[in-house]
C-alpha cells in the first residue's frame, strides 16, 4: 500500500491512507453472530495501520463498532476478542466424526441451545415467556433479556473516549412508534450503551431499548447497513469505505425447505447494500449530468440559488466503497445468526482477517480515482 500520513491517535504516531483522501469509514452491517467475520476485517485494518475516521453500523455492526471507537488503538483488538470469547463460552462438545453433514448437526444443535438458554453476557430467556405475561409486563414483548449485554459493553467500552471525536461513530435503529429509521451519531449527540443496545434490538427475541421517551428496535427492520447514512453526509470529502457485510446477495437457488430459509434470510438482509450503492451511483451520474449543464449557462444568468447549486456540484467527492461479503460455509443454514460456538467464532473471524489481507494486496483499487470519478464499488476479495 502506498501513501501514508501522521495520525497521533494510532501507536507509532502513524497510519495508512490513500492519497488526496480526507476519509476512512468502517460500515457494518447487521447479523448476529456473523459478526466475529467483522472482529477479524478490524483486525486486518489494524495490523495494516489503516486510519479509521468514522465507524457506522447497524445491530450486532454497532456492538462491534462501538468496542473499537470506544478503545485506544492499543486495545481494541483484546476488547473484540474478549466480547466475543465471553458470548461463546457456554458450550462443551466432544469430537466428531469428520465432514459437512456431522458439522451441520452440530450447528443445528449449538442454535438450538441458543434458543433454550441464550448466551453469556449477551442475553438470557424471559421468565415467564412473552405468551405467558400479562400485557404490559416487562417480559410480554421479548423472549429474551438483554441486560447481561449492557453490563458486557459497559465493561469494555469507554463511553467517554467513544464520545470525544477521534473517530465519529454512527448507529441505526428504528422508532417502535413510527417506524422511522433513526441514526444516533456521536457528530450530534452523547452515546452511551443505550444508543447501541437500541441498533441490535432484534424483534421478538430482544427487547426494545428505551432511549429518552423513545423506544427502538433493531435497524436492521428499515435497512441492515449504514452506508446510505454515510452517503448522505460526505460533507464534501473524498472517501474510501470499507463495507462489509454478513449476507451474500448472491447464492444458489434453494433445493430444499432449510435451504429456502437461508436463502430467503440472505435476500432480506442483503438486498438493501445493494439498493443503496446503486441509488447513491445513480445520484451521482444525474448530478454529473447537471454540473454540465449548468457549466453551458453564462453565470451571469443564473441566480443565486443555481449558483450556489453551481459551485457545490464542482465539488463533489471521490467515494470508493470496498465491498467485503462473508461467504457462507456448505453446513450453515438458517441458523448462521444465532450459532454462537467458539469454533464457529474463530472460524469467521479468520474468514474477515484473511478476506482483508486478501483485499489490501490490490493497492490500485485502494487509490481515489480521478476527479469526476463518481462512486467506484470494489469486491476485491473476490477476485
Known amino acids: 500500500m502506498d501513501g501514508s500520513v501522521t495520525n497521533p491517535h494510532h501507536p507509532g504516531g502513524s497510519s495508512w491512507r490513500p492519497e488526496g483522501c480526507r476519509r476512512v469509514a468502517l460500515v457494518l452491517q447487521g447479523g448476529g453472530a456473523l459478526g466475529a467475520y467483522q472482529a477479524g476485517v478490524y483486525e486486518a485494518l489494524h495490523e495494516a495501520g489503516v486510519a479509521l475516521d468514522w465507524i457506522a453500523g447497524v445491530s450486532i455492526g454497532a456492538i462491534n463498532g462501538a468496542l473499537i471507537a ?44 441458543t434458543m433454550l438458554h441464550g448466551q453469556p453476557g449477551f442475553f438470557t430467556p424471559n421468565w415467564p415467556s412473552p405468551w405467558a405475561s400479562p400485557v404490559g409486563a416487562p417480559t410480554a414483548t421479548a423472549f429474551y433479556d438483554s441486560s447481561p449485554l449492557r453490563q458486557t459493553l459497559e465493561s469494555l467500552v469507554d463511553f467517554d473516549r467513544l464520545n470525544d471525536g477521534r473517530i465519529r461513530f454512527s448507529v441505526g435503529a428504528v422508532k417502535v412508534s413510527s417506524g422511522n429509521f433513526a441514526y444516533f451519531d456521536t457528530a450530534r449527540m452523547r452515546l452511551t450503551a443505550a444508543h447501541v443496545m437500541a441498533s441490535g434490538a432484534l424483534p421478538p427475541a430482544l427487547p426494545m431499548v428505551r432511549v429518552g421517551t423513545d423506544d427502538y428496535w ?7 447497513t449504514p452506508l446510505a447514512h454515510l452517503l448522505d453526509n460526505l460533507d464534501g470529502r473524498n472517501t474510501l469505505a470499507f463495507q462489509v457485510d454478513l ?23 442483503s438486498s438493501r447494500t445493494r439498493a443503496v450503492t446503486d441509488y447513491h451511483r445513480r445520484l451521482r451520474s444525474l448530478e454529473m449530468e447537471l454540473k454540465r449543464a449548468l457549466e453551458l449557462i453564462p453565470p451571469e444568468r443564473l441566480d443565486e440559488r443555481q449558483q450556489a447549486l453551481r459551485q457545490k456540484l464542482e465539488q463533489l467527492p471521490e467515494v470508493v466503497i470496498l465491498h467485503l461479503i462473508y461467504r457462507q460455509q456448505v453446513y450453515e443454514g438458517q441458523a448462521k445468526d444465532y450459532e454462537f460456538s467458539a469454533q464457529t467464532m474463530r472460524e469467521h473471524w479468520q474468514a474477515g482477517l484473511a478476506d482483508t489481507r486478501a483485499t489490501l494486496e490490490h493497492g490500485q483499487w485502494l487509490a481515489m480515482p480521478p476527479p469526476g470519478s463518481g462512486i467506484q464499488v470494489h469486491d476485491i476479495h473476490r477476485l
Not at 71 to 85: H, K, T
Not at 91 to 110: K, M, N, T
Not at 218 to 224: A, E, T, W
Open 218 to 224: 433493531d435497524g436492521g427492520l428499515v435497512s441492515n
Open 247 to 269: 449476507f451474500s446477495a448472491r447464492g444458489p437457488v434453494p433445493r430444499s425447505m432449510p435451504g429456502v430459509l437461508a436463502r430467503e434470510k440472505d435476500i432480506r438482509y
Open 70 to 113: 470506544g478503545n485506544p488503538p492499543e486495545r481494541r483488538i483484546a476488547a473484540l476478542r474478549s466480547f466475543w470469547e465471553r458470548i461463546t463460552d457456554n458450550r462443551i462438545w466432544g469430537p466428531l466424526p469428520q465432514g459437512d453433514v456431522f458439522r451441520q448437526w452440530r450447528h443445528e444443535a449449538s442454535a438450538a441451545l
